[in-house]
């Protein structure tokens, strides 16, 4: 396990899905502005490149000479970097204006995205939803990937008072809100936003002050039941989860060029009644928690570099004095170019930015306490002892000179650069990263598909890998969770990196097809979010195939399952390989399918030896039975 996880306070089971095997499949968790991981299993190289479709976006290719994306300038490798040279876990973190790559948890790239012409707008500077392993032909290093997720609080019912404002819901972090019944003409959802003004969600728009709307279709069945919703505001969009989908990306949009749309403006606190009625769909609500390192003094040495502090990542820092005229905060950010902040009793300060002014009434700056910080390219907020107290968003002072708080940032000194130490911070500590879901190449939670005959007790199943204690799993339908004395649920338990979680259903349930749900979620922290696979039970009459065998390595069908029995299926092998034996072969039922050879696909004059071996002795043996059934 790399320092990456050993270090990052894991709060998150490892489970899910694989990188498909049709590498056409769009990834949609890896997205913008949230950490994700990929796995190689070799170096990248003039045969092996990295090539990546970005939803939204375009193409992106990592090769051994560049970093490229259509309409931006390159990011030139200098020819001395060794991190590509080796198979490892990479760590990608996309923004609107960078893309950093650790290798082995060391930061090895920074790519700031510039035009390749003026005319052009280099497409990285575009948001990004979902992920896709190849463009014109596929990525042929990665093997894995995981996904930055998220940790929340326990689930809390709305407020009585629908006025009352609930100040833990804010800017740039995610939160869910939970609804009793479906979003139509009669009950939608209405909110006032702290910060700006309302937002509504009927079934036809969502809409906020000085906006254009977002026009939904009649045809979003998101809307159509109730769920779990989860909302993410930046100040350039609004995305919304329903059930873990990706349903909405509201890219804010000025219905009067003279005013900004007030969904730009920062989010701070909700309150869930609109200005005309409150909200009558919503009944709970989490939001995203953060979990931060233990508290660490200050370097006695107040120009050493704390490097675990880092841009769009909340930090905290602990004062053992108020902030007064002899003793103020000052700091150095790496990467900033003087790089110097001052945090005094008057201003917040830095160079060529236009200062934040204190009223002077400011109590918070009276007394000692926790600060917290988080710094974004756009803004810098501050809370004292949890309560917000400042959002800083950064203008030029010095056009066309760009305020430095705007530019990224790598570590942190507790001094200004002419050495004038920061006089009142005693401690730190910072946000830890939560944990990416692991991404196996061949499925981490695996679906055990049925054909069965109507009316016969059958019992479907999932299989999770790749995980470290027991998992807690339940089995659901579009109704809700199954219950009942024709249901019995068995969630298994943990052994050897695996568990395998059953439902046996009874024949009087199994009556026509059904898609089941396996629901897996973290069984230390129930609250860090699930992960659903969908399971099907197929009910026929006549049999069908639900796939192809699980041990049939790198064997593609030319058709989608399930197919009916009899039907013929034409075979072919992943990209790179060879097929050995029959390429047509007839379904029977279930995973049972009838050939001349048994199909198995090589790559490799080594693989193709041993794979021939065990072809020949499968062959003899089934030949053997063959006859023995005569």
């Known amino acids: 396990m790399s320092k990456f996880l050993t270090t990052l306070s894991l709060v998150l089971l ?91 948890d060391v930061l090895e790239v920074t790519w700031v995205f510039k035009d390749s012409s003026d005319s052009y707008e280099c497409t990285m500077r575009k948001i990004f939803n979902g992920l896709r392993f190849g463009i014109s032909k596929e990525d042929t290093v990665s093997t894995h990937y995981r996904f930055q997720t998220v940790p929340y609080s326990r689930w809390i019912p709305l407020p009585i008072d629908r006025s009352t404002l609930v100040s833990e819901i804010v800017e740039n972090k995610e939160f869910q809100i939970r609804t009793d019944k479906k979003i139509d003409d009669e009950n939608y959802i209405g909110w006032q936003l702290s910060g700006f003004n309302w937002f509504t969600l009927t079934s036809r728009s969502l809409s906020a002050q000085k906006c254009v709307n977002y026009n939904l279709k009649a045809t979003e069945t998101f809307l159509e039941k109730a769920g779990d919703m989860t909302f993410l505001k930046t100040s350039t969009q609004l995305q919304i989860w ?28 909700l309150k869930f009644t609109s200005i005309k009625s409150q909200d009558e769909v919503s009944t709970h609500y989490r939001y995203q928690t953060v979990t931060y390192s233990e508290w660490k003094p200050a370097p006695a040495n107040k120009s050493s570099v704390i490097s675990e502090i880092l841009e769009n990542m909340k930090f905290q820092i602990r004062t053992d004095k108020k902030i007064d005229g002899t003793n103020d905060i000052r700091w150095t950010f790496g990467g900033l170019d003087p790089g110097w902040f001052q945090f005094t009793k008057e201003h917040l300060d830095a160079a060529r930015c236009t200062n934040f002014v204190f009223q002077g009434t400011e109590p918070f700056l009276e007394r000692a306490g926790d600060l917290t910080f988080l710094k974004t390219s756009t803004q810098l907020q501050i809370w004292f002892d949890d309560v917000l107290e400042v959002t800083w968003v950064y203008q030029d002072s010095d056009e066309p000179k760009i305020c430095e708080m705007k530019k990224s940032f790598l570590g942190l000194t507790l001094s200004a650069p002419n050495g004038n130490p920061d006089k009142i911070s005693t401690q730190y500590r910072n946000q830890l990263d939560v944990t990416p879901v692991n991404k196996e190449a061949k499925k981490d939670v695996k679906s055990v598909n049925k054909a069965v005959k109507q009316g016969s007790t059958t019992t479907i199943s999932c299989v999770i890998t790749g995980i470290t204690d027991t998992a807690t799993v339940s089995w659901r339908t579009i109704a809700g969770e199954v219950s009942g004395d024709e249901f019995t649920a068995d969630q298994g338990s943990h052994s050897g990196g695996t568990q395998t979680s059953t439902l046996a259903v009874d024949g009087p349930q199994v009556n026509v097809d059904i898609a089941y749900t ?113």
């Open 14 to 104: 490892l489970i899910a899905a694989s990188q498909s095997a049709d590498r056409s499949t769009v990834i949609s968790e890896i997205v913008e502005n949230k950490k994700f991981q990929i796995r190689t299993a070799t170096e990248i190289n003039n045969n092996n490149d990295i090539r990546w479709t970005l939803g939204g976006v375009g193409w992106f290719t990592f090769t051994t000479g560049h970093l490229q994306a259509y309409k931006c300038i390159f990011h030139e490798f200098g020819g001395g970097e060794a991190f590509f040279k080796r198979a490892g876990d990479m760590t990608f973190l996309k923004t609107s204006t960078q893309l950093q790559i650790w290798f082995d």
């Open 242 to 269: 329903f059930d873990g989908v990706l349903e909405v990306t509201w890219v804010y949009e000025n219905t009067d060029e003279t005013e900004p749309c007030e969904m730009r403006k920062p989010l701070n606190g």
């Open 518 to 630: 396996c629901r897996v979620t973290s069984g230390s922290l129930p609250e860090s979010g699930s992960f659903n696979t969908k399971v099907n039970l197929l009910v026929d009459e006549t049999p069908k195939c639900a796939g192809l065998p699980a041990d049939w390595d790198d064997v593609r069908a030319d058709q989608k399952f399930p197919v009916v029995q009899d039907k013929e299926i034409r075979l072919e092998c992943e990209g790179g390989y060879t097929l050995l034996g029959s390429s047509i072969i007839t379904c029977k039922q279930d995973l049972q399918f009838t050939f001349a050879r048994q199909p198995v696909c090589f790559k490799g004059r080594e693989t193709f030896l041993v794979k021939v071996r065990l072809y020949v002795i499968q062959e003899r043996l089934r030949r053997e039975v063959y006859y023995w059934d005569l």
